[in-house]
């Protein structure tokens, strides 16, 4: 075989292998199998080590997925094992010398958490599947095996014949769903999305009765986000301003509702509603008081003013200096909840109301807004600012506008927020806050609503429902998000084109361009 | 009637943001002057030492920053982007300068006087080029990789792509040294020699203040790296293709200069400068942690803007007067130590809105960029 073959695999075996020996010195691989042993049912008590047979499942995927990525295209069938033999015992060798290590570690009974602190000995074994010495010949074994195995499911999947019965299964369900389409009688094709969408709303009327606290607070938490993410994607995603200070409108909100509504520091207990509609304004005041100034500037830059802006607001509210006005880095607490008609209206079940009925709101408004002349003027702004100029869109004012009605989202998303969490403080407004809201728009999609739900609730709603992957969110969403930009920068679910240019005629784009939903600049 | 042309209606270009802009310069300026008259004329609690001691430490800072900046600007000059990782790859070459110290340290042995001694503290300068040459040499492979894995692929997308690229890769790596070493802040272990806190004694008018040992050794060596930058990128076969890629790629290109590994060598210089500045920060303030390099590298790239992003004496300059700007500023306006972050941001903010590009200005032309 010569060269050219033989050194990709080769680099590709190593990089798995580094990136495996990474996994294990974060204690990435023991988070894994635990949540594999999960998924097959074993009850798993939290920061126990699962069973071995599930460590070796994850290898053997790990394996396979090195197999199959690493076994070319266009390649032969005979070609692709090849180039997966390779890798598999490139990636079997480098880890059958890391484990070496390991297990003179076991032997000698070092402890290297002082340095790397996930490297407990129980995780060690368990990666070693408890055989000590003889486990490096194991590892080289399965991960050979594995390889060939994943080589062989691609050579098998994407064969001529599988191609094709897939294509006819496509092919069927398009006839099917053509077919459906023209037997649809005209009132349904009229209705059908708003009896769908009443439909759905009479069901979210019950669950949060029913399925406990503790599910009406993740699906606060995402719905919150959905919001802050429909507020941001009006200004990067419509207007094309890359903003990384969003949680200093957030905090606007958030503090507003706090300052007016609790007994320390002021006690002005001005009621929730109206403090939640001068939230609203203030996160819409201090979007103008940093827009005006900052407007003409390019795209980068702009990025960095804002934040520097969202970490000046922070620190300015943990600091000495305003300590008997804000409360300083404690916070506020006992922030008082809504009422309704008198009533109080502050359980959990009323929270998952308010925010699953201002979300829909949100979506609502945002759907206008995107239709609206406003929204064409701002996609014409982002896409080519010279030309939208030229036929008369005034690029200042949209873009000021833009950041005024997401930052009105943010306050009001920041308000509810406050009151839901009953105390809100410094280290609610972090950056990380900012960059997970843009890593929901970008995840999900930029422009397209279930793309924002969707990432809202990966981003937001997964890590809480399954917190094993809690400490390693951060890091997921990091690669995440250079993965996305160099594989799919347009999202998980992009937006389509909106519908306006179709309407008018316009038939060059009809299938939307690659890359439209993305970040233009 | 139909034929009636109307005239077009004129637009015209608001005035509004330019005056909005200039008042609110002006009132930030009079109150700056005001706060420093009073401070420091009206007041005038402070002797010549505190003001002698602030300098030093501002310089001692600043070095650090300029060293920093440097990468940035090095990178935004040539493939005109926000490198926002690179304040992670000065965490990684503090690391790693770190766990030489460590490892340097955990060596003992007797030494001819019979004391035991460890490596570190019988071989003092052996011990910290070590830690230099590691810190800066891990550093730089990250910088290499960064750009290989996280920036290369995304050459020729739209700019907010690599910088979004860039803030993923800073979050990635700032949360795998959590992982990796647990969020513990974890103490330098200096050589004897250069411990914190120990330095030559001077006397300022009548006060006694001491200055630094790793102060010097940081304010010196940041100098000379710079020079040796300096005269790299003025003189060096390396330094012209830089230069020629910066101003222009394709016929850099065309000219027989191997573009990428021109970028690919750009980020190993980077790195290595962001490395050698993260072991100094570890020498001079004595802490390790995950978070490190996120504020120096804000600092530093607003330093880089404030000497003029893609300028590298701008970024010297940038960085030193950012360093002195955050030591003397908090007591020269009478305001707390707690707000000097935001003091440099509100710089930066500044900088940005009234001359974005910096005091010594951009070395690129508007519509390159």
């Given at each position: 075989?010569?060269?050219?073959?033989?050194?990709?695999?080769?680099k590709r075996?190593?990089?798995?292998?580094?990136?495996?020996?990474?996994?294990?010195?974060?204690?990435?691989?023991v988070?894994?199998?635990?949540?594999?042993?999960?998924?097959?049912?074993?009850?798993?008590?939290r920061?126990?080590?699962?069973?071995?047979?599930?460590?070796?499942?994850?290898?053997?995927?790990?394996?396979?997925?090195v197999?199959?990525s690493?076994?070319?295209?266009?390649a032969k069938?005979t070609?692709?094992?090849?180039?997966a033999?390779?890798?598999?015992?490139?990636?079997?060798?480098?880890l059958?010398?890391?484990?070496?290590i390991?297990?003179?570690?076991?032997?000698t009974?070092?402890?290297?958490?002082?340095?790397?602190?996930a490297?407990?000995?129980?995780?060690i074994?368990?990666?070693?599947?408890?055989?000590?010495?003889?486990?490096?010949?194991?590892?080289?074994g399965?991960?050979?095996?594995?390889?060939?195995?994943?080589s062989?499911?691609k050579?098998l999947?994407?064969?001529?014949?599988?191609s094709r019965?897939?294509?006819?299964?496509?092919?069927?369900y398009?006839?099917?769903q053509?077919?459906a389409?023209?037997?649809?009688?005209?009132?349904?094709?009229?209705?059908?999305?708003?009896?769908?969408?009443?439909?759905i709303?009479?069901l979210?009327?019950?669950?949060?009765r029913?399925?406990?606290?503790?599910n009406?607070y993740?699906?606060?938490?995402?719905?919150?986000?959905?919001?802050?993410?429909?507020?941001?994607?009006i200004?990067?995603?419509?207007?094309?301003?890359?903003?990384?200070?969003?949680?200093?409108?957030?905090?606007?909100?958030?503090?507003?509702?706090?300052l007016?509504?609790?007994?320390?520091?002021?006690?002005?207990?001005?009621?929730?509603?109206?403090s939640?509609?001068?939230?609203i304004?203030?996160?819409?005041?201090a979007a103008?008081?940093?827009?005006?100034?900052?407007m003409?500037?390019?795209?980068?830059?702009?990025?960095?003013?804002?934040?520097?802006?969202?970490?000046?607001?922070?620190?300015?509210?943990?600091?000495?200096?305003?300590?008997?006005?804000?409360?300083g880095?404690?916070?506020?607490?006992?922030?008082?909840?809504?009422?309704?008609?008198?009533?109080s209206?502050?359980?959990?079940?009323?929270?998952?109301?308010?925010?699953?009925?201002?979300?829909v709101?949100?979506?609502?408004?945002?759907?206008?807004?995107?239709r609206?002349?406003?929204?064409?003027?701002?996609?014409?702004?982002k896409?080519?600012?010279?030309?939208?100029?030229?036929t008369?869109?005034?690029?200042m004012?949209?873009?000021?506008?833009?950041?005024?009605?997401?930052?009105?989202f943010a306050?009001?998303?920041?308000?509810?927020?406050?009151?839901?969490n009953?105390?809100?403080?410094?280290?609610?407004?972090?950056l990380?806050?900012?960059m997970?809201?843009?890593?929901?728009?970008?995840?999900?999609?930029?422009?397209?609503?279930?793309?924002?739900?969707?990432?809202?609730?990966?981003?937001?709603?997964?890590?809480?429902?399954l917190?094993?992957i809690?400490?390693?969110?951060?890091?997921?969403?990091?690669?995440?998000?250079?993965?996305?930009?160099?594989?799919?920068?347009?999202g998980?679910w992009?937006?389509?084109?909106?519908?306006?240019?179709k309407?008018?005629g316009?038939?060059?784009k009809?299938?939307?361009?690659p890359?439209?939903?993305?970040?233009?600049? | 009637m139909?034929?009636?042309?109307?005239?077009?209606?004129?637009y015209?270009?608001?005035?509004?943001?330019?005056?909005v802009?200039?008042?609110?310069?002006?009132?930030?300026?009079?109150?700056?002057?005001?706060?420093?008259?009073?401070?420091?004329i009206?007041?005038?609690?402070?002797?010549?030492?505190?003001?002698?001691?602030?300098?030093?430490?501002?310089?001692?800072?600043?070095?650090?920053?300029s060293?920093?900046?440097?990468?940035?600007?090095?990178?935004?000059g040539i493939?005109?982007?926000?490198?926002?990782?690179?304040?992670?790859?000065?965490?990684?070459?503090?690391?790693?300068?770190?766990?030489?110290?460590?490892?340097?340290n955990?060596?003992?042995?007797?030494?001819?006087?019979?004391?035991?001694?460890?490596l570190?503290?019988?071989q003092p300068?052996?011990?910290?080029?070590?830690?230099?040459?590691?810190?800066?040499?891990?550093?730089?492979?990250?910088?290499f990789?960064?750009?290989?894995?996280?920036?290369r692929?995304?050459?020729?997308?739209?700019?907010?792509?690599?910088?979004?690229s860039?803030?993923?890769?800073?979050?990635?790596?700032?949360?795998?040294a959590?992982?990796?070493?647990?969020p513990l802040?974890?103490?330098?272990?200096?050589?004897?020699?250069?411990a914190?806190?120990q330095g030559?004694?001077?006397?300022?008018?009548?006060a006694r203040?001491?200055?630094?040992?790793?102060?010097?050794?940081?304010?010196s060596?940041?100098?000379i790296l710079?020079?040796?930058?300096?005269?790299?990128?003025?003189?060096?076969?390396?330094g012209?293709?830089?230069?020629?890629?910066?101003?222009?790629?394709?016929?850099a290109?065309?000219?027989?200069?191997?573009?990428?590994g021109?970028?690919?060598?750009?980020?190993?210089i980077?790195?290595?400068?962001?490395?050698?500045?993260?072991?100094?920060?570890?020498?001079?303030?004595?802490l390790?942690?995950?978070?490190?390099?996120?504020?120096?590298?804000?600092?530093?790239?607003?330093?880089?803007?404030?000497?003029?992003?893609g300028?590298i004496?701008?970024?010297?300059?940038?960085g030193?007067?950012?360093?002195?700007?955050?030591s003397?500023?908090?007591?020269?306006l009478?305001?707390s130590?707690q707000?000097?972050?935001?003091?440099a941001?509100?710089i930066?903010?500044?900088?940005?809105?009234?001359?974005?590009?910096?005091?010594?200005?951009?070395v690129?032309?508007?519509?390159?960029?």
């Open positions: 075989m010569n060269k050219k073959l033989v050194s990709p695999s080769l075996g190593l990089t798995f292998g580094i990136v495996m020996i990474i996994f294990v010195l974060i204690d990435l691989d988070m894994v199998a635990t949540m594999l042993s999960k998924l097959f049912g074993a009850n798993v008590i920061g126990s080590i699962p069973d071995v047979g599930f460590m070796v499942l994850f290898l053997i995927l790990f394996g396979m997925f197999g199959w690493t076994s070319s295209d266009d069938p070609t692709k094992l090849f180039q033999l390779v890798a598999g015992l490139t990636l079997g060798v480098v059958g010398l890391f484990d070496l390991l297990n003179q570690l076991i032997v009974g070092t402890d290297v958490r002082k340095y790397l602190a490297l407990a000995p129980e995780s074994r368990l990666f070693l599947f408890d055989q000590g010495a003889i486990s490096p010949l194991l590892h080289l399965l991960f050979t095996v594995a390889s060939l195995l994943g062989l499911m050579i999947l994407k064969s001529e014949s599988a019965f897939f294509k006819g299964v496509k092919s069927g398009q006839g099917l053509a077919k389409q023209a037997n649809t009688p005209n009132w349904v094709k009229k209705y059908g999305k708003f009896l769908l969408f009443l439909l709303g009479l979210a009327f019950f669950p949060p029913i399925w406990g606290s503790y009406n993740v699906v606060g938490l995402v719905g919150l986000y959905v919001i802050l993410g429909i507020g941001l994607n200004i990067v995603g419509l207007s094309g301003q890359l903003m990384l200070g969003f949680a200093a409108f957030f905090a606007m909100g958030a503090y507003s509702v706090a007016l509504n609790a007994p320390l520091p002021h006690g002005i207990m001005l009621g929730f509603w109206p939640l509609l001068i939230g304004l203030m996160a819409v005041v103008v008081l940093l827009g005006l100034p900052v003409g500037m390019r795209g980068d830059y702009l990025a960095i003013v804002t934040l520097g802006f969202g970490e000046i607001i922070r620190i300015l509210l943990k600091s000495d200096l305003l300590t008997s006005f804000t409360g880095p404690r916070g506020i607490q006992d922030i008082r909840g809504p009422t309704l008609f008198g009533q209206f502050s359980s959990d079940i009323d929270y998952t109301y308010i925010i699953l009925v201002v979300m709101l949100s979506i609502f408004i945002y759907k206008r807004l995107e609206s002349r406003t929204g064409r003027a701002w996609l014409a702004v896409e080519d600012t010279k030309v939208a100029q030229a008369g869109v005034n690029i004012t949209n873009k000021l506008l833009a950041l005024c009605l997401g930052a009105a306050g009001l998303a920041g308000g509810i927020f406050a009151a839901r009953q105390f809100t403080g410094p280290n609610d407004h972090q990380m806050v900012s997970n809201i843009l890593s929901i728009l970008i995840v999900g999609g930029v422009n397209s609503i279930p793309g924002i739900i969707l990432g809202a609730f990966t981003l937001k709603g997964l890590p809480e429902i917190r094993e809690e400490n390693y969110r951060l890091l997921v969403f990091g690669g995440l998000l250079v993965v996305m930009m160099i594989s799919r920068p347009e998980l992009p937006a389509t084109r909106p519908n306006i240019e309407d008018e316009n038939k060059l009809e299938n939307g361009a890359g439209e939903g993305g970040l233009n600049d | 139909e034929n009636e042309i109307r005239p077009p209606r004129r015209k270009r608001s005035k509004l943001p330019k005056l802009r200039w008042i609110f310069g002006l009132i930030v300026l009079s109150s700056f002057f005001w706060r420093l008259y009073t401070v420091i009206v007041q005038n609690e402070y002797t010549p030492d505190i003001w002698v001691r602030l300098l030093i430490s501002g310089l001692v800072i600043g070095g650090v920053y060293l920093i900046a440097i990468g940035y600007t090095l990178v935004y493939l005109r982007m926000i490198n926002f990782a690179h304040g992670e790859v000065m965490m990684i070459g503090t690391f790693a300068g770190y766990f030489v110290f460590e490892a340097t955990a060596i003992r042995f007797t030494s001819s006087t019979g004391e035991i001694t460890s570190s503290n019988a300068f052996l011990s910290i080029l070590l830690a230099f040459i590691v810190g800066m040499t891990v550093a730089a492979t990250s910088g990789l960064l750009e290989k894995i996280a920036y692929p995304l050459r020729k997308a739209p700019r907010l792509i690599p910088l979004i860039a803030i993923g890769a800073s979050i990635f790596l700032q949360n795998l959590q992982l990796l070493f647990s802040v974890r103490d330098y272990k200096n050589p004897d020699l250069i914190r806190g030559w004694a001077i006397t300022v008018a009548g203040l001491t200055i630094p040992y790793t102060g010097v050794l940081t304010f060596l940041s100098i710079m020079f040796a930058l300096y005269t790299m990128v003025r003189k060096s076969k390396l012209k293709s830089m230069r020629a890629v910066a101003a222009d790629k394709s016929t290109a065309l000219m027989g200069i191997d573009v990428n021109v970028i690919s060598q750009t980020f190993i980077s790195g290595m400068l962001a490395g050698a500045a993260g072991v100094m920060w570890g020498l001079h303030n004595g390790v942690y995950y978070y490190v390099g996120f504020l120096p590298g804000i600092k530093a790239f607003t330093s880089a803007v404030l000497g003029g992003i300028n004496p701008g970024a010297m300059l940038g030193m007067l950012l360093g002195m700007i955050e003397i500023g908090p007591t020269a009478g305001i130590y707000l000097k972050d935001v003091l941001f509100v930066l903010i500044i900088i940005l809105i009234f001359r974005p590009s910096g005091i010594l200005g951009e690129l032309s508007e519509e390159k960029v």
